[in-house]
């Protein structure tokens, strides 16, 4: 497993942009998929976005068109670009990590994911 340090959240306007890090502690990420989960009060956990070790990504609906995951093996981050937020967007993000698919894949499924963040927290104000 590897742990994980997220950051970047805070408060935004409707309409305004956040850049989410997700940092690998102490270890790099390797060939392991890393995704983006958020969970609003009184919600289920959902699925934002992922990337697999091959670069290919995945968005969800809501999500798609504003934001962008992108994978920077040089300082060993993954990121999650927030544009036009809308106050719906509101929750707590967390990223996460799971086996490296042999193809490269993606998986949206919160099950097949290990390793988790500690989260943090996106307000956008309308």
């Known amino acids: 497993q590897v742990p994980l340090v997220e950051s970047g959240g805070g408060l935004t306007q409707a309409g305004g942009s956040l850049r989410l890090s997700c940092a690998a502690s102490?270890?790099?990420?390797?060939?392991?998929?890393v995704g983006w989960f958020r969970q609003a009060p009184g919600k289920e956990r959902e699925f934002v976005a992922a990337?697999?070790?091959?670069?290919?990504?995945q968005y969800a609906d809501s999500v798609k068109g504003r934001f962008t995951i992108s994978r920077h093996y040089a300082n060993n981050t993954v990121y999650l670009q927030m544009d036009s937020v809308k106050p719906e967007d509101t929750a707590v993000y967390s990223c996460?990590?799971?086996?490296?698919?042999?193809?490269?894949?993606?998986?949206?499924?919160?099950?097949?994911?290990?390793?988790w963040g500690q989260g943090t927290q996106v307000t956008v104000s309308s």
């Open positions: 996460a990590t799971a086996p490296g698919d042999p193809f490269g894949r993606v998986t949206t499924s919160s099950r097949a994911y290990l390793s």
């Open positions: 102490g270890r790099t990420f390797g060939n392991v998929g």
């Open positions: 990337i697999s070790w091959r670069g290919i990504t």
